[in-house]
C-alpha cells in the first residue's frame, strides 16, 4: 500500500513539470519513471497514463484520450486512480474547448477527491473548473472554485499561483458587479505581485486594474493604469499581443475622456500591429471604437470602410467558432464511439462474468448438496456408532453384575458348605461311632 502511493505521488511529481518541460525533456523523465518503477504493484495503470501524457505533449489528442481511456480500465475502483483518469480526459476536453464534457469529466474527478486538495493537480483541477464556469458565465460558480484553489494555493505558500487567482476572482467579481470585491482582489494581486517581483506579470495585472477603473466610470485612473500596463509589457519584451491589447484600452480609455484624438492615433496604431500579426480578435477590437469616432466625425467613407472589415471579421470568427464547434463534434463523436466500442466490450465481458458465475453457482450449489450428504452420513454414522457404543458398554456393565452376583453365589455356596461339614463333625464328636452302635446292638438282639 506504501509503494502504490509512492508511485501516485512520484507520478504527480512528475506531471508537474509537464508545462514546463519540452517534449524531449518529458519523455527522457517519463522513461526514466518507468525504469525507476516497473515492478511495482499497479505500475501497468500509470504506464499506460504517461503513455497518454506523451501523446498528450506530442499535442496528439485522440491518441491521448484513447490512452486515458485504457487508463481508466485498470483502476480497480482505486479512489486516486480514478481521480487522476478523469481529471486527465476533461482536461483533453478543455484543450479541445468541448467545455460541456470538460465540466462533466471534472466534477467526476472533484466528487472522487471531495474535499481533500493539497497537491498541484488539485489546484489545477480547481483553477480550471472555475475557468470553465467563468466561460459559460457561471460567474458565482466561478469565484466558489477560484477561492478554494486560492485556499489551496495559500496552504502550500505558492505565491505565483496565489496571485494568479486574487487576479481571476478580481476579474469574476466585476463580472458580477461587485465592485468592492472586484477591488480587493486586484489590489491584493497587485501587492502580492509586487512583493514577489513578479515582473512579467505587472502588465497583466495594471491592464486588470484599469479595467476595473474603466468599468466603475473613473477614466482618468483607467488610463493611468493603462498605461502603466503598456510600459511595463514593453519593458520586459510581453507578446506582441499583449502590447496592442493595452494600446486598444489605452485608446477605448481616451475616448471616453472625449480625447478623440489620442484615441484615434492609439486605436489605428493597434489596427495596424493587429494586421501585422493577424490576430482578428484584437483587430475587431480596436475597430469597434473607431467606427464609433469616424461617425461621430462625420468621417463616413472611413466609417463604412471600418464597418465593413468590422462585419467581416465578425463572420470570420463566427466561421471559425463553427469550424471549430465541428472539430469538437468529430472529436467528441471518435470519444463517444471509443466509449461506445469500450461499452460493447464491457457487456461482452459482463455476459462472460455473469455466465461464470452461474456455472461457480451451479457448482457451489452441487458441492453445498454434496457437503450436506456427507455430513448427514456422517452423522447418521455417528449416531450408529454412538448407540452401538452405547450397548457395548451396558452388556459390559451386565456381564460384569453377572460375574459379580456369581461370585457372591459361590462364596455363599462355600459358606454354606463349611457350615454344614462343621456341623457334621460336632455331630460325629458328640455321637458314638457306628462300630460301638452296632456292637451294642448285636447284644440286645
Known amino acids: 500500500m506504501i509503494a502504490q502511493k509512492n508511485l501516485y505521488y512520484n507520478y504527480l511529481a512528475l506531471t508537474d513539470s509537464f508545462k514546463t518541460f519540452t517534449k524531449e525533456k518529458f519523455n527522457s523523465q517519463a522513461q526514466e519513471f518507468i525504469l525507476n518503477h516497473k515492478n511495482q504493484e499497479g505500475f501497468d495503470f500509470y504506464k499506460t497514463l504517461l503513455s497518454g501524457d506523451i501523446k498528450l505533449k506530442q499535442e496528439n489528442l485522440k491518441e491521448a484520450i484513447g490512452l486515458y481511456l485504457e487508463a481508466a480500465k485498470k483502476d480497480n475502483n482505486d479512489a486516486e486512480k480514478e481521480y487522476l483518469v478523469n481529471y486527465k480526459i476533461g482536461s483533453i476536453h478543455l484543450l479541445n474547448e468541448n467545455l460541456t464534457l470538460a465540466a462533466t ?57 496565489e496571485a494568479a487567482m486574487m487576479n481571476n476572482l478580481g476579474l469574476a467579481y466585476l463580472k458580477t458587479d461587485n465592485a468592492n470585491e472586484a477591488r480587493k482582489y486586484l489590489f491584493n494581486c497587485l501587492t502580492k505581485r509586487l512583493q514577489i517581483k513578479d515582473t512579467l506579470n505587472y502588465g497583466q495585472i495594471f491592464n486588470n486594474i484599469g479595467t476595473y477603473y474603466l468599468t466603475i466610470g473613473e477614466y482618468e485612473s483607467a488610463l493611468l493604469y493603462f498605461k502603466k500596463g503598456l510600459s511595463n509589457r514593453q519593458t520586459y519584451k510581453a507578446p506582441v499581443a499583449g502590447l496592442i491589447e493595452s494600446k486598444v484600452n489605452i485608446g477605448k480609455a481616451y475616448l471616453k475622456l472625449n480625447k478623440q484624438k489620442e484615441a484615434l492615433l492609439t486605436l489605428n496604431q493597434a489596427v495596424t500591429e493587429a494586421v501585422q500579426i493577424n490576430h482578428i480578435e484584437l483587430e475587431r477590437r480596436a475597430l469597434e471604437p473607431l467606427i464609433s469616432i469616424y461617425e461621430n466625425e462625420k468621417a463616413y467613407e472611413k466609417a463604412y470602410r471600418f464597418q465593413k472589415r468590422y462585419y467581416f471579421i465578425k463572420d470570420s470568427l463566427y466561421g471559425l467558432e463553427k469550424v471549430q464547434e465541428i472539430k469538437s463534434l468529430s472529436f467528441q463523436y471518435d470519444f463517444n464511439k471509443r466509449l461506445q466500442q ?78 454344614i461339614q462343621y456341623a457334621k463333625r460336632i455331630q460325629e464328636a458328640l455321637l458314638p461311632n457306628q462300630r460301638y452302635i452296632k456292637k451294642h446292638l448285636d447284644k440286645n438282639s
Not at 483541477?125 to 485556499?151: H, P, Q, W
Open 105 to 161: 469529466y471534472y466534477n467526476k474527478a472533484l466528487l472522487v477527491k471531495q474535499n481533500a486538495f493539497t497537491t498541484r493537480l488539485d489546484f489545477m483541477l480547481l483553477f480550471e473548473t472555475g475557468l470553465i464556469n467563468s466561460y459559460l458565465d457561471n460567474n458565482n460558480k466561478s469565484i466558489e472554485f477560484y477561492l478554494r484553489a486560492l485556499n489551496v494555493a495559500k496552504e502550500n505558500k505558492w505565491p505565483i499561483k
Open 342 to 419: 469500450d461499452s460493447l466490450k464491457y457487456v461482452e465481458q459482463n455476459l462472460l462474468n455473469k455466465k461464470q458465475i452461474e456455472i461457480q453457482k451451479e457448482r457451489n450449489k452441487t458441492l453445498y448438496v454434496f457437503v450436506i450428504v456427507v455430513v448427514v452420513a456422517l452423522l447418521v454414522c455417528a449416531f450408529f456408532i454412538n448407540k452401538l457404543n452405547k450397548s457395548n458398554k451396558e452388556k459390559v456393565k451386565a456381564h460384569d453384575l453377572i460375574s459379580e452376583q456369581k461370585e457372591e453365589l459361590l462364596q455363599k455356596q462355600k459358606e454354606i458348605t463349611s457350615s
